[in-house]
């Protein structure tokens, strides 16, 4: 069974910084590619952000670019994503996801998601 734990999470004040990590098992966790998205409450799931399968290459939505910076540790079978200089906006459900930039780029690819961790910035 596959399964993504999303951690890290919690109340920052605007212009904060927290680092998410997303604990992936049951599935070979080097060989995919890897996405963070997020969902308000009463909005659409938003993609954020991905990385492939060996790190070298990461997308960010212009929302979070420069702000925001996805990694991985292959052996130890965990995503990141640091988050700095966080605005109230990005207040959501972080989500990490078992696919990459083409699959989640345009929806945030819901179907992959695990299970959340809560962001709330403050203003």
């Known amino acids: 069974e596959v399964q993504l734990q999303a951690s890290g999470g919690g109340l920052v004040q605007h212009g904060g910084s927290l680092r998410l990590s997303c604990a992936v098992s049951g599935l070979t966790f080097a060989t995919y590619d890897m996405s963070w998205a997020r969902q308000a409450l009463g909005k659409d799931p938003e993609w954020v952000s991905s990385?492939?399968?060996?790190?070298?290459?990461?997308h960010y939505a212009d929302s979070v670019k420069g702000r925001f910076t996805v990694s991985r540790d292959n052996a130890k079978n965990t995503l990141y994503l640091q988050m700095n200089s966080l605005k109230p906006e990005d207040t959501a459900v972080y989500y990490c996801?078992?696919?990459?930039?083409?699959?989640?780029?345009?929806?945030?690819?819901?179907?992959?998601w695990g299970r959340g961790t809560q962001v709330t910035v403050s203003s």
């Open positions: 990385i492939d399968s060996g790190g070298k290459n990461v």
């Open positions: 996801a078992n696919a990459g930039y083409y699959y989640c780029k345009d929806d945030g690819c819901m179907d992959y």
